[in-house]
């Protein structure tokens, strides 16, 4: 499943003229609940996202959704399920980035703030009553309608 949400085109002149970046952002779900966190230190601060982060070269969407979510949380996950994609301007920081999302089941370990000057908490929150304000990509993808659990769990929830 893929979700592609289109940029306005007076956004688009509000921003510089760079390559989009891409951004992996994992759902990790343990008992019908997801991780999230609150970022500081840099765009978005303030808000709750998904744990994740930028995609390295040559590096698969799952390699980096498990180094990401492993380094920001201590966090361990099992099979991965390609999950949808945002497309998002930063206009404060002129950037664009395209976000792949993963879903998968958690494994092992407790979160915790391993990166202080990334991330102040890590909590599991029902996908429907996350808590606000969200990250930009997060947020769009709430926007478009996409339910996880629609996907872990198959349609009827089970």
Not at 2 to 29: H, K, L, Q, Y
Not at 85 to 90: E, H, I, K, N
Not at 119 to 134: D, G, Q
């Amino acid at each position: 499943m893929t979700v592609a949400i289109a940029t306005p085109p007076d956004v688009m002149n509000d921003i510089r003229s760079e390559t989009p970046r891409v951004g992996v952002g994992a759902i990790v779900f343990r008992d019908g609940k997801v991780l999230v966190g609150r970022r500081i230190g840099s765009h978005g601060a303030g808000t709750w996202a998904l744990p994740g982060g930028h995609l390295e070269y040559g590096e698969t969407v799952e390699a980096c959704a498990r180094r990401e979510v492993f380094e920001e949380s201590g966090v361990a996950f099992g099979a991965v399920t390609p999950g949808p994609y945002v497309s998002d301007l930063f206009s404060d920081i002129g950037r664009h980035y395209v976000t792949l999302f993963v879903l998968a089941h958690h494994v092992s370990g407790e979160p915790a703030v391993l990166e202080p000057a990334k991330c102040t908490e890590w909590r599991w929150s029902a996908w429907t009553e996350l808590p606000r304000p969200l990250f930009a990509p997060l947020d769009t993808l709430c926007r478009s309608g996409f339910d996880p659990l629609r996907i872990i769990c198959g349609p009827d929830g089970r």
